[in-house]
């Protein structure tokens, strides 16, 4: 249920709609990642306040749909555990909602008038993703496209790079999702004066582009096509941390929160004006590779809303305020580089935030015993207070230092 839930980028699932007659639903949204096994509402707000819901059960249809604005509710969690939960706001919907599942009950049925059941026309998007983080958005937009409400005629991403010690040539994280799903794929070298890919997207009539990790800037003649507009997914809380780095930045400057901002776009770098963001907390064990995963997550859940209050004109762009505007840089291998003799006080928090490229790292010289000659190596300094002399294997700080008493660097 769960794996269903993420890829359909839902909120919340009942077990008939993945065919099993268990009483179980979940919720996975914000703050609430929860099981609740043979629920029942024992109490319910008289307040109550009607939300537009959509449905997997019932694709490509939206409605508004009056329900109470609080419930508790009595369950056993995944454990076994009795529990008692108290919804608020949008909790409650989501729960009452998968509880009517339990009861074969559809919120179609709850809506009094059918004239406010409407039908949602799928929106046509093509995509532009590279990396990762891309990659997670766009198999969540795979998902929406598999309940109706996407269309993914074309995805744009960057071309085949050498990789690994034979330089053979590999095929982006974005290529490689879209050619699993049979999408139709465009490695363009460069987009400006381009054309055949101008004609290739303005043939297709695209609702809206998604851009999301892709690592080059849209020009003008691209960003105008779709008739919505073109959205990006940005790794922190814009106008903060605009351009190339932000996650790594974020870390690297010990900030307590980031988040993902939506806009829409312009011809400037991150520049657009703001549909929505959402912040996260930065753990402090977050490295760079884990708080992107988290990041992406959160990006999905809120592009899917996005999308769908954008194109239904029920979402108003807010513009960034320019005093509070900062911008990272394209990180290369040699910013990884220090003197481990005059380490950066922020030394733990650019561990996390380069690991695991570019990687802290610096030049270490030393011997092994007495009758060695003294050679120049890389050392690595990794997160958990490892480190990697090089031609060697990944150790402990302090084990290290054991053996290499004039290393005197800690953190």
Request: glycine residues 6%.
């Amino acid at each position: 249920m769960y794996e269903t839930l993420e890829f359909t980028g839902g909120v919340g699932l009942a077990a008939p709609q993945v065919a099993s007659d268990l009483l179980i639903f979940i919720i996975n949204w914000g703050s609430l990642k929860e099981t609740f096994i043979n629920p029942r509402i024992i109490k319910r707000s008289k307040e109550t306040s009607e939300i537009e819901e959509g449905c997997l059960s019932v694709p490509g249809f939206r409605g508004l749909v009056k329900r109470s604005n609080e419930v508790e509710v009595d369950y056993l969690d995944i454990k076994g555990v009795r529990k008692r939960a108290a919804l608020t706001n949008f909790y409650a919907k989501i729960a009452q909602h998968e509880i009517d599942h339990l009861s074969s009950v559809f919120y179609s049925d709850r809506i009094i008038d059918q004239t406010k059941l409407y039908q949602f026309k799928p929106v046509r998007i093509v995509f532009f993703g590279t990396d990762r983080f891309g990659a997670i958005i766009l198999k969540s937009l795979i998902g929406q496209s598999t309940v109706g409400d996407y269309t993914i005629p074309l995805v744009i991403s960057t071309a085949d790079k050498p990789s690994g010690r034979d330089k053979k040539l590999t095929p982006s994280p974005v290529k490689l999702l879209a050619d699993d799903f049979k999408l139709a794929v465009e490695t363009p070298n460069k987009l400006s004066s381009n054309p055949e890919i101008i004609k290739s997207i303005s043939t297709l009539s695209p609702d809206i582009i998604v851009v999301s990790s892709y690592g080059k800037i849209l020009p003008k003649e691209i960003l105008e096509i779709p008739k919505k507009g073109s959205l990006n997914v940005h790794p922190s809380l814009l106008p903060k941390y605009k351009g190339a780095s932000p996650i790594q930045t974020a870390i690297a400057n010990n900030e307590k929160y980031t988040g993902v901002t939506i806009i829409l776009m312009d011809e400037g770098v991150d520049t657009g004006n703001i549909l929505t963001k959402k912040r996260l907390k930065i753990e402090s064990s977050n490295t760079y590779q884990s708080l992107e995963l988290q990041l992406a997550k959160l990006g999905a859940e809120i592009l899917n809303q996005t999308i769908h209050l954008w194109v239904t004109g029920k979402i108003r762009p807010k513009k960034q305020l320019s005093k509070n505007s900062t911008t990272t840089k394209l990180l290369k291998k040699d910013d990884g580089l220090i003197n481990w003799q005059k380490p950066p006080k922020n030394l733990e928090a650019l561990i996390r935030a380069y690991h695991p490229w570019p990687g802290v790292w610096t030049y270490y010289r030393s011997t092994e015993s007495r009758n060695q000659k003294a050679e120049k190596k890389i050392l690595k300094l990794l997160p958990n207070r490892m480190v990697q002399l090089e031609g060697k294997n990944p150790i402990k700080l302090k084990q290290f230092k054991q053996g290499y008493k004039d290393f005197k660097l800690d953190w």
